[in-house]
Antibody, heavy 121, light 112 residues
Framework: QVQLQESGPGLVKPSGTLSLTCAVSGGSISSSNWWSWVRQPPGKGLEWIGEIYHSGSTNYNPSLKSRVTISVDKSKNQFSLKVISVTAADTAVYYC??????????????WGQGTMVTVSS | DIVMTQTPLSSPVTLGQPASISCRSSQSLVHSDGNTYLSWLQQRPGQPPRLLIYKISNRFSGVPDRFSGSGAGTDFTLKISRVEAEDVGVYYCMQATQFLYTFGQGTKLEIK
């Protein structure tokens, strides 16, 4: 079955760039799914960051859009998140998730284990 | 943006008893295609979220039938018919009818 695994640095300096990758295994990233990033600050709720389709089409949370880029690498079967100009407010557990689209009600049916990213000097 | 409001924020429940969580959206979640894209997620302590229910009332694969979803328009409910110890965690509703996707603030289910 499809599994997702996030990876990337756990510590980023303020004003720096946060870069994470989500590896897709057990299935193709080129299948008919959207691939999302969701974050969760410590002790708080979930915030949708954005999503990408294998074609490269993206949708972003307007509150983050100016700082976020999501990209896909079909050759490596993975997708990535980049957040620039980070502050302490970007400290969170970052999850990647699969959205199978309309037939599954645009519900996130598979999630990675999450990776904690701390913004601190 | 559609704001999702859950009540209660905390729910102490006795094992074997039912539990109910409400979720209200700031505007109708009926999509132009006629579907309502409201889902429920469970997050056990230290775990990623897990999909329970999609499109209001459809149980995801492997979800026990003690979980059920209902509602329409702007008002939705997740019910657990008989709470078990493994149900402890935080429950979130989520709407995908309108970009951007938004979540409720979460309801913490704990055992009395």
């Amino acid at each position: 079955q499809v599994q997702l695994q996030e990876s990337g640095p756990g510590l980023v300096k303020p004003s720096g760039t946060l870069s994470l990758t989500c590896a897709v295994s057990g299935g193709s990233i080129s299948s008919s799914n959207w691939w999302s990033w969701v974050r969760q600050p410590p002790g708080k709720g979930l915030e949708w960051i954005g999503e990408i389709y294998h074609s490269g089409s993206t949708n972003y949370n307007p509150s983050l859009k100016s700082r976020v880029t999501i990209s896909v690498d079909k050759s490596k079967n993975q997708f990535s998140l980049k957040v620039i100009s980070v502050t302490a407010a970007d400290t969170a557990v970052y999850y990647c998730a699969r959205d199978p689209g309309q037939h599954n009600g645009y519900a996130f049916d598979i999630w990675g284990q999450g990776t904690m990213v701390t913004v601190s000097s | 943006d559609i704001v999702m409001t859950q009540t209660p924020l905390s729910s102490p429940v006795t094992l074997g008893q039912p539990a109910s969580i409400s979720c209200r959206s700031s505007q109708s979640l009926v999509h132009s295609d006629g579907n309502t894209y409201l889902s429920w997620l469970q997050q056990r302590p230290g775990q990623p979220p897990r999909l329970l229910i999609y499109k209001i009332s459809n149980r995801f694969s492997g979800v026990p039938d003690r979980f059920s979803g209902s509602g329409a328009g702007t008002d939705f409910t997740l019910k657990i018919s008989r709470v078990e110890a493994e149900d402890v965690g935080v429950y979130y509703c989520m709407q995908a009818t309108q970009f951007l996707y938004t979540f409720g603030q979460g309801t913490k289910l704990e055992i009395k």
